[in-house]
Each structure stands twice: as structure tokens, then as C-alpha cells.
């Protein structure tokens, strides 16, 4: 059974930062690209970022490029989400989730195969 589970999020001011982790099981962790997703209260869920396979490419949503940062550990089954910045438009529910090929650009949630629960994260201004 394949499980992903989200922590780290919580309750940030403005220009603050925080880290989401989510960590991997029931699957081989390197057969998958993964990716981050959030969505917002009465908004559709929206592409944040994706690492390949083995963590040698990396792509971003144009809004959180720059402040954002997705790397992964593949002996730890984990990806990991360094949101710096952070601005109140970036409050959402954020999403991990794989996919079994490594098109790390597309930006649709339709070729995720698996994902997590989410964790909240709220930015205060």
C-alpha cells in the first residue's frame, strides 16, 4: 500500500520560511518523479514544483520561483519543500505526490498516480 505523508506546515508571518517534508512508502521511491501541489480555500489545486527521478532536474511554478526550493533523499524515501519568502497567497493546503514517469514539467495533476493527505499552511501578513 502506498502511502505519502506531509509535515511541516503550520502557522508563518509574512517573509517567514518553512520546510515540508514528505516521506514515502509501499513503493520504490527513485521509480518516481515527485511533486508539490497546494490548493486554496474555493481554488483549484495548482502545480508548485517537481524533481526527477533522481533529483537532477527541477522545475517551478513561475510564482514561487526563486523562493522556493524541491530537493529530494532517495535513501530516506523523501522530498522536501524549502519555502522561503513566504507571502500570504501562498496559505493553502500543500500536496505531495509521484508520478511513474519523469516529465518533472508538466504542471497538470492528472499524471500524479499517488498522493498525500496535505498539510496547512498559513501565512500571516
Known amino acids: 500500500q502506498v502511502q505519502l505523508v506531509e509535515s511541516g506546515g503550520g502557522l508563518v508571518q509574512a517573509g517567514g520560511s518553512l520546510r515540508l517534508s514528505c516521506e514515502a512508502s509501499g513503493l520504490t521511491f527513485s521509480n518516481y518523479a515527485m511533486g508539490w501541489f497546494r490548493q486554496a480555500s474555493g481554488k483549484e489545486r495548482e502545480f508548485v514544483a517537481a524533481i526527477s527521478k533522481i533529483g537532477s532536474r527541477t522545475y517551478y511554478a513561475g510564482s514561487v520561483k526563486g523562493r522556493f526550493t524541491i530537493s529530494r533523499d532517495n535513501a530516506k524515501n523523501a522530498v522536501y519543500l524549502q519555502m522561503n519568502s513566504l507571502k500570504p497567497e501562498d496559505t493553502a493546503t500543500y500536496y505531495c505526490?509521484?508520478?511513474?514517469?519523469?516529465?518533472?514539467?508538466?504542471?497538470?495533476?492528472?499524471?500524479?498516480?499517488?498522493w498525500g493527505r496535505g498539510t496547512q499552511v498559513t501565512v500571516s501578513s
Open positions: 505526490a509521484s508520478r511513474v514517469d519523469n516529465d518533472v514539467r508538466s504542471t497538470t495533476y492528472q499524471g500524479y498516480d499517488y
